[in-house]
């Protein structure tokens, strides 16, 4: 079972840059589509951002051109870089791993991200 610890979450001021990093239990991307949802309070989990074993990326039209995911192979990282932050983006950020062809999905724990206007 593929275990997901969530790091970088915080206040920020709008405008701000935060980082979130998920570190991964094993080797996952080769088989593993990748990403970040969000849950604002009283509202359905959304998706973020997300990476396909070949490196596709897909992002949320609220976020494109000011989040950015990325991942390290070699340390069973991946990240979710987030520049030019709103008070919209205020949620808890679940990093997720769904196995690309039997749609098995882990969560992280979820961390905090909160915007000061």
């Known amino acids: 079972q593929v275990q997901l610890v969530e790091s970088g979450g915080g206040l920020v001021q709008s405008g701000g840059s935060l980082r979130l990093s998920c570190a991964a239990s094993?080797?996952?991307?080769?088989?593993?589509?990748t990403g970040w949802y969000r849950q604002a309070p009283g509202k359905q989990r959304e998706l973020v951002a997300s990476?396909?074993?070949?490196?596709?990326?897909n992002y949320a039209d609220s976020v494109k051109g000011r989040f950015t995911i990325s991942r390290d192979n070699a340390k069973n990282t991946f990240d979710l870089q987030m520049n030019s932050l709103k008070p919209e983006d205020a949620a808890v950020y679940f990093c997720?791993?769904?196995?690309?062809?039997?749609?098995?999905?882990?969560w992280g724990q979820g961390t905090q991200v909160a915007v000061s206007s």
């Open positions: 094993e080797s996952i991307f080769a088989l593993y589509t």
């Open positions: 990476i396909t074993p070949g490196g596709s990326t």
């Open positions: 997720n791993a769904r196995h690309f062809f039997l749609g098995v999905d882990y």
